[in-house]
């Protein structure tokens, strides 16, 4: 029986959630490769985030998305799992704003970090 969970989310960039990982200082390894589980079970992933206990954390292509997947009875994380998704869910999402925005020719002209933890963004695109 898999110890694994999988956990949907809204992340579909790699490279966003890449960038995103490496603004929250986790140490993650390119995929595909496994992740390691109970009773060394694994898990194939894109993203690969090992773990002290030997049980690793894991992104792997689920349906058009990323899923979050790990054995969360030996998650090892500073934040709680909730806590770490939310987290790499907005700087995902400040990822992947500049990279469609810069796409469409945009550039950003100011950057100023809310009390609440939300970022501002202005944004400038020159036509001519």
């Known amino acids: 029986m898999s110890h694994f969970s999988q956990i949907k989310t809204k992340i579909r960039d790699l490279t966003c959630l890449q960038s995103a990982l490496d ?52 998650w090892q994380q500073p934040l709680s799992v909730e806590g770490f998704l939310n987290r790499v869910n907005q700087r995902y999402a400040y990822h992947a704003v500049k990279k469609e925005t810069a796409r469409q020719g945009f550039q950003v002209s100011e950057e100023q970090r809310q009390q609440d933890g939300s970022i501002r963004l202005v944004l400038n695109r020159w036509n001519g």
Do not use: C, M
């Open 23 to 74: 603004d929250l200082g986790s140490n993650w390894k390119p995929g595909p490769q496994p992740i390691r589980g109970y009773r060394g079970q694994t898990h194939e992933a894109e993203v690969v985030i090992e773990q002290d206990n030997g049980y690793d954390i894991g992104f792997s292509w689920n349906d058009g998305e990323y899923a979050l997947v790990a054995d969360l009875q030996y």
